[in-house]
């Protein structure tokens, strides 16, 4: 059974930074593109980052490019995103995700989510 | 890159039929296969309903089915039931290997 499970949110100031994890089991991690998702309160989900198997080669979304980096440790199958700089718009629940092949090009399996908060 | 554009409210009875839209461009939803649908509950992780437009993942009931036209995508609920009741988005994969997301619908069961 495929699980994902983040960590690492929380309340930040402002221009603060945290880094988020997601602890996957249930598939072979390193031949998963991974994905991160974010959701702000009442609104609907937003692609932020993608990152492929082996980590060569990520992409953002341009509301995050130059302020967030994903990156994946395979031995430890897990995923990271450190975000920096925080802004008021950044507060969201974060979700990495992944497709249900390693070709596929939607999101099939969710964890759970992690709350960032923004707020002086 | 815009949202898609979804309608903001789809109401029906139980047993009823739906459909809720979504409008890209040539960019994502018109120049590639490559739609999903997700359903969400409140608090919940978004669940995938369909993918590559028209395909029902294991777990997704088969009176879920999609579609797409041109730059517009559908998803079409049959036999409308209670535990439908949820907010759907449609996503597409756009160039560049990046991902848009929908505005989001509120199906209501009446």
């Known amino acids: 059974e495929v699980q994902l499970l983040e960590s690492g949110g929380g309340l930040v100031q402002p221009g603060g930074s945290l880094r988020l994890s997601c602890a996957a089991s249930g598939f072979t991690f390193s031949t998963y593109v991974m994905r991160w998702v974010r959701q702000a309160p009442g609104k609907g989900p937003e692609w932020v980052s993608s990152?492929?198997?082996?980590?060569?080669?990520?992409y953002y979304a341009d509301s995050v490019k130059g302020r967030f980096t994903i990156s994946r440790d395979n031995s430890q199958n897990t995923l990271y995103l450190q975000i920096n700089s925080l802004r008021d718009e950044d507060t969201a629940v974060y979700y990495c995700?992944?497709?249900?092949?390693?070709?596929?090009?939607?999101?099939?399996?969710w964890g759970q989510g992690t709350l960032v908060t923004v707020s002086s | 890159q815009s949202a898609l554009t979804q309608p903001a409210s789809v109401s029906g009875s139980p047993g009823q039929s739906i459909t809720i839209s979504c409008t890209g461009t040539s960019s994502d939803v018109g120049g590639y296969t490559h739609v999903s649908w997700y359903q969400q509950h409140p608090g919940k992780a978004p669940k995938l309903m369909i993918f590559d437009v028209s395909n029902r993942p294991s777990g997704a009931p088969n009176r879920f089915s999609g579609s797409k036209s041109d730059n517009t995508a559908s998803l079409t609920i049959s036999g409308l039931q209670t535990e439908d009741e949820a907010d759907y988005y449609c996503s597409s994969y756009t160039s560049s290997n990046t991902y848009v997301f929908g505005t989001g619908t509120k199906v209501s069961v009446l």
């Open positions: 990152i492929s198997g082996r980590g060569g080669s990520t």
């Open positions: 995700a992944k497709g249900g092949d390693t070709a596929a090009r939607y999101f099939q399996h």
